[in-house]
């Protein structure tokens, strides 16, 4: 897809086809789905049915029983789950949840409602498990398990993104994201995972991050960074790697590590932890605190997890600092506890800079690096010079998975506030509980499929749009790491000249710190002076990026 | 298909209990009878259908977050929307269920160019608050459940005061006698705005079933029954109450006098509270049980415990310096084996 093209259109038809939907047979459409899994991938983890396949074929080459593992699969995950057997049972069409969803909204697709995205499985569902399915079929919505449904499964299973935005205007509470979940896992038992999602997975499970990056290469790409801040503040930094000992130990989505502009907010938790002196350490097993196995399934998920806490018992550090990213909190916040836990052999946090008690993470141990500063603001703790920021108007990104898995709210405001002086709210109805997702959350944000990317985050640009129009808005601020990633495409194609940046980004360049030379220009080496309009910003951002 | 089903059905369940009535005489199995069966199923079929759902563990606390977290001190917390505790969760069930909160939420969007289906770079999406779904959603269920307080006068030999009162104020608005009831008129409005919307909204239209129209149909034509044996072929208020007490007190008698509308509503209302438990109605269960919204969202203060979680293979860290001690000790990261 040509992201720079002139005519920026949207052909969107929200008519209805003709036929019922169990009727419209999925037509797999370029630039909307990615790439099938490598059989590699598969088998450095261990998941079933490892094989060549395309998801452009005709034969995707499913293993004989695979009709028996599906049903079986469900069968299981009914007796597990009851949110599952619950979502199955009560949804009552209503259709509130409807225009909800980013990818209905940016490509009119039916089955991209969520309520029709859930009947895709509960029609297979009332067929095989209820009664009512087994006697009216059709009648009473259900339908034969084929091929086609398992190809159909896939291609809109994974034209979600886990955002959970219908479920906060369900009015039982009925989760999209359980039911891709569920779904997600049944193609796991019969191998079909996307590329994008299977490889990180494999290379997160062995090396300790979803880049791949091997321990020396991890500790030189920060090193790297640690250059950077020498050029632009004088000051040396030397952080530690799998030190025994340290008091904290910080855990980061590895994106940050690596890819601009993630590496800016990296370059922000290096400073930070410096002017504060923290005895902390880095770890080159675990590092990653994202989680792809959570696009996955709930056991590698779990898998991937593990390293954590187990990290953090070798090392034998106090409690857990985590950097900004969105899934990654979902989990620590939802899940991580109950699948490692206890976590007996950490202290409840407590903050050794202003002595506050994180009482919200007293089991988990695990705190929420915009917790952590926005408490040492508030504790003067800080050196901070706003105007390092004035050469941005900053809007602020609620992550889905921050934001509806966990309520991280204020926090970031609090932060941004006190870093930036000119900070402006997207309109209400897309931003908090109700924030519209980048497109390319759960696994999406891959190249192959960025037709499918610029339509689902199409709302949430378009109101990053009217703050640029109306405030003059040139930077999306936002606490996740593949917001980062994914944002400056999305931004490209919709809203020329908004940048993305991480809240600890921000940050960094208005903190004042110690021993630090005059700076004249920003982390990303943008001249301090007050610009009405960044386009230099944009442009040396983009070569970084392509 | 789905709206031709729903009336078929419901117009052979009128059929069935005309024809049942007057011309087999079957009075006694559909004045007592069915009835039984009814609330049987009923009451059965409902435990059936909670048991089977609580068999189902909640395994992780996967509350939907719909305001501000409890986090520092100063920062204040949205107790309802986010809540992190039971009381939090009671408030937040209760604004559901009673008010029907995630509802009132509802938005709508439109695309301020004149044609939207071409969504061009400077179109604007706008959002509007769209509470037309939540009002007549709201309203049909309170004016049920009025109704059926309303008809638990014909289960008592006194009416007791509560239920005066609350005829009394559903009854305000008086046009001769009996006292017109206002919920009565309510329902049948809702219940109708409630079936037009799900023709006329494509959306909607799109994803119905027969199971969406069907139980629509049934309530209109338990409400159209009610209100026709109410004011205007008149019922013998003594003889239901004959009935009713007959079976509450589980000594059924079948009064004289009672007439086919009589029997058709009791039939179709019958064939409701059979149809509830196996169909989507019972999301008025459900809905105490959906674990995005009766959960706190404490798990990070508070363990929660998956009560199948197993133990899972993990590359462990003496795997991981296996492969890459060289690397790491070139690198000067500290390793556990020299």
């Not at chain 1, 025994?244 to 400073?271: N, W």
């Not at chain 2, 006329?200 to 029954?225: E, N, W």
């Not at chain 2, 009935?243 to 008698?253: K, M």
Request: hydrophobic letters at 40%.
């Amino acid at each position: 897809m040509d992201t720079k093209r002139a005519d920026k259109t949207l052909n969107i038809d929200y008519r209805f086809p003709k036929t019922g939907w169990m009727d419209t047979p999925v037509e797999f459409k370029q630039g909307m789905f990615c790439h099938g899994s490598k059989p590699k991938d598969l088998e450095a983890v261990g998941f079933p049915n490892p094989r060549e396949w395309s998801s452009k074929d005709k034969d995707w080459k499913l293993p004989a029983n695979w009709k028996e593992i599906v049903l079986n699969g469900m069968k299981e995950r009914l007796d597990k789950y009851r949110s599952f057997k619950l979502f199955m049972d009560i949804c009552v069409r209503c259709g509130a949840c409807a225009d909800k969803c980013h990818f209905y909204i940016g490509t009119g697709d039916p089955k991209n409602m969520p309520v029709l995205r859930a009947e895709l499985l509960r029609s297979v569902y009332r067929r095989y498990f209820t009664l009512s399915g087994k006697l009216f079929g059709k009648t009473a919505g259900a339908r034969e398990l084929t091929e086609d449904v398992i190809k159909e499964w896939w291609y809109y299973f994974y034209q979600c993104t886990e955002c959970r935005r219908c479920s906060v205007f369900c009015p039982y509470g009925i989760d999209t994201a359980e039911i891709t979940m569920i779904g997600r896992e049944l193609l796991n038992l019969l191998g079909l995972n996307t590329n994008w999602i299977a490889g990180p997975v494999a290379n997160c499970y062995k090396r300790g991050n979803h880049l791949g990056l091997e321990p020396h290469t991890y500790k030189s790409q920060i090193e790297f960074l640690l250059d950077e801040i020498d050029t632009l503040t004088g000051i040396k930094i030397e952080p530690t790697f799998n030190r025994k000992g340290a008091e904290i130990i910080f855990i980061a989505p590895s994106g940050d590590v690596f890819a601009d502009p993630g590496t800016y907010t990296a370059m922000g938790y290096l400073m930070l932890f410096h002017e504060l002196g923290l005895d902390y350490t880095w770890s080159t097993y675990a590092s990653e605190g994202g989680n792809f196995g959570f696009f996955t399934s709930n056991e590698m998920g779990k898998r991937l997890n593990a390293k954590i806490y187990a990290e953090a018992k070798r090392l034998g550090v106090k409690w857990i600092l985590g950097g900004e990213c969105g899934h990654m909190w979902r989990v620590i916040n939802q899940y991580m506890d109950t699948w490692n836990g206890p976590a007996d052999f950490l202290e409840e946090p407590l903050s050794p800079i202003t002595g506050t008690k994180f009482k919200n993470s007293k089991t988990t141990k695990f705190v929420h690096i915009a917790e952590f500063t926005a408490d040492l603001i508030r504790h003067n703790k800080l050196k901070l010079d706003k105007n390092r920021n004035d050469n941005l108007k900053v809007t602020f990104h609620d992550s889905c998975n921050t934001s509806r898995g966990m309520g991280i709210f204020e926090e970031p405001r609090y932060i941004i506030k006190n870093v930036c002086n000119y900070f402006y709210e997207m309109p209400e109805d897309t931003t908090r509980e109700k924030t519209f997702c980048c497109g390319s959350g759960s696994g999406l944000n891959a190249t192959e499929n960025m037709e499918i990317r610029m339509q689902g985050g199409f709302p949430r640009a378009n109101a990053v749009k009217y703050v640029r129009e109306k405030n003059g808005v040139n930077m999306l601020a936002n606490i996740c790491a593949i917001d980062r990633a994914a944002f400056p495409a999305l931004m490209d194609y919709w809203v020329p000249g908004v940048g993305v940046t991480g809240v600890h980004e921000l940050v960094a360049n208005a903190l004042v710190m110690n021993g630090e030379k005059e700076r004249t220009t920003n982390l990303r080496s943008e001249s301090l002076k007050l610009a009405t309009e960044s386009t230099e910003v944009t442009e040396k951002d983009k070569k970084q990026r392509h | 298909m789905g709206i031709s089903f729903s009336l078929l059905a419901v117009t052979v369940l009128i059929l069935i209990a005309y024809s049942g009535v007057k011309f087999a005489g079957l009075h006694f199995f559909f004045g007592v009878v069915i009835p039984y069966i009814a609330i049987a199923t009923f009451v059965i079929g409902i435990i059936y259908r909670v048991v089977k759902w609580g068999l189902s563990p909640v395994p992780f606390c996967i509350p939907t977050t719909c305001g501000q977290q409890e986090s520092l001190p100063w920062i204040k917390q949205d107790k309802l929307e986010n809540p992190s505790n039971t009381l939090g969760v009671i408030g937040r069930m209760a604004l559901e269920v009673l008010f029907f909160r995630s509802l009132f939420r509802n938005l709508k969007f439109e695309v301020d160019v004149a044609n939207p289906t071409e969504m061009k770079d400077e179109s604007r999406v706008i959002y509007s608050s769209d509470k037309w779904l939540w009002l007549s959603g709201l309203i049909f269920h309170w004016s049920f459940l009025i109704i059926i307080v309303r008809h638990l006068r014909f289960f008592t030999e006194q009416v007791p005061s509560l239920m005066r009162l609350l005829e009394n104020l559903d009854g305000w608005f008086q046009i001769g006698l009996p006292h017109f009831y206002v919920t009565n008129l309510v329902v049948l409005l809702s219940v109708t705005y409630l079936f037009i919307r799900r023709v006329i909204i494509p959306q909607v239209r799109y994803i119905s079933l027969a199971a969406d129209y069907f139980p629509l149909l049934l309530i209109l034509g338990i409400a159209v029954t009610g209100i026709l044996m109410r004011y205007f072929s008149r019922v013998d208020i003594v003889d239901v109450k004959i009935l009713t007490i007959g079976l509450v007190s589980f000594r059924p008698v079948i009064p004289e006098g009672l007439g086919i509308i009589f029997y058709i509503h009791l039939f179709l209302v019958c064939t409701l509270f059979i149809y509830f438990p196996f169909s989507k109605l019972v999301h008025m269960a459900g809905v105490f049980m959906s674990p995005t919204r009766n959960l706190a969202n404490n798990s990070r203060m508070q363990r929660y415990v998956n009560p199948w979680n197993y133990d899972v293979k993990i590359h462990t860290y003496s795997e991981y310096e296996e492969e890459f001690r060289g690397k790491m000790k070139k690198a000067g990261i500290p390793v556990e084996k020299g």
